[in-house]
């Protein structure tokens, strides 16, 4: 019995037995692949139209040119033909966790309509799907907390596309902007004079007290 023990600690101590794959998640150390298809197609496409090999690097780096972000992609729209394979690699650059998930892809391929990859830290992994016929933007960002706030989103059109997304930074405007305008009544103007006089008369006053224990 202890021998049997010792042979599968040894064998499952080996990379190649290291990954595992639950219901489609496919996690190992370094992170995670969810809904990896290299090969079934879906209803409305007769074969792959073409393979289409797309890098994407997630990190703090490429958001330092974009005022009160923290995170994104260096790129954050990309464009396929219809029924094309793509296969991702998607390299993270930050020590800590990122993801690309692209989501509504069908539901009868892709469980909750999700293709994602994760990274535990830098490192990098690479997964494959296929995508429909129709022509459509799919939503692309990392789920991680907050991190799709600070600018970690992207957007996949397939054919012609439905148009771009919101808030995609470097491409569309914002839904909801930060905006923090300032709103000065006549309330704010007496203050601000009133404070200005005010330090005017201490200025003096103290430049004359100066004077004086000069003159002593």
């Known amino acids: 019995m202890k021998k049997i023990l010792l042979l599968s600690l040894f064998l499952f101590s080996f990379p190649s037995f290291a990954a595992m794959n639950h219901g489609g998640m ?5 992170g995670m692949i969810m809904n990896h298809n290299p090969d079934k197609l879906p209803k409305d496409c007769t074969e792959i139209s073409e393979d289409v090999d797309i890098t994407i690097r997630g990190g703090r780096k490429f958001a330092k040119d974009y005022a009160g972000k923290m995170f994104t992609y260096d790129k954050r ?3 396929v033909p219809p029924c094309a394979r793509v296969n991702v690699t998607f390299i993270n650059e930050d020590d800590i966790r990122h993801q690309f998930m692209i989501h ?16 535990y830290g830098k490192g990098q992994k690479t997964a494959s799907f296929i995508v429909p016929s129709r022509d459509y933007t799919y939503y692309i960002h990392c789920e991680v907390s907050q991190h799709t706030e600070k600018g970690m989103k992207g957007q996949l059109k397939v054919g012609k596309g439905s148009g ?49 224990r000069e003159d002593v």
């Not at 496919?26 to 370094?30: L, S, V, W």
């Not at 009133?194 to 005017?200: K, T, Y």
């Open 26 to 30: 496919i996690m190992d150390e370094k």
């Open 77 to 79: 729209d990309w464009q």
């Open 104 to 119: 509504g892809l069908p539901g009868y391929m892709y469980p909750k309509g999700m293709f994602t990859i994760e990274l």
């Open 164 to 212: 771009d997304l919101d808030s995609i930074l470097g491409l569309t405007p914002p839904l909801t902007p930060d905006l923090y305008p300032i709103k000065n009544s006549h309330y704010t103007w007496i203050t601000l004079i009133f404070s200005i006089l005010l330090g005017a008369v201490f200025i003096r006053v103290l430049s004359y007290f100066l004077s004086k």
